[in-house]
């Protein structure tokens, strides 16, 4: 089992920053490729980055030029760096991996608001 927890979410005013991390505890050794996606109320989950265990990264075409997504592995934390935030970049953030030994296992975290205001 392999435990995510997003941090660093909050409200800024457009055109600011936040950092958000998510730490891997559990058999976190066990993650593939990580990834942010994002959830706006009344809308479906949608993709925002990922970042392999090569460092390869894709993003959004919303993400790119503003969102940088990496991760430390001495820390077992994935991070999204937000930039130049807008209003429409307010939702609940969620960090994901998958499982490399049982590749259909996906796992989740809890969610960190994020929320741009005018």
């Known amino acids: 089992q392999v435990r995510l927890v997003e941090s660093g979410g909050g409200l800024v005013q457009a055109g600011g920053s936040l950092k958000l991390s998510c730490t891997a505890s559990g058999n976190s050794g066990r993650l593939g490729v990580m990834g942010w996606y994002r959830q706006a109320p009344g809308k479906q989950r949608e993709f925002v980055a990922t970042i392999t265990t090569h460092s390869s990264t894709t993003y959004a075409d919303s993400a790119k030029g503003r969102f940088t997504i990496s991760r430390d592995a001495a820390d077992n934390t994935l991070y999204l760096q937000m930039n130049s935030l807008k209003p429409e970049d307010t939702a609940v953030y969620y960090c994901?991996?998958?499982?490399?030994?049982?590749?259909?296992?996906?796992?989740w975290g809890q969610g960190t608001q994020v929320t741009v205001t005018s």
């Open positions: 994901n991996g998958n499982d490399l030994v049982t590749a259909w296992r996906v796992y």
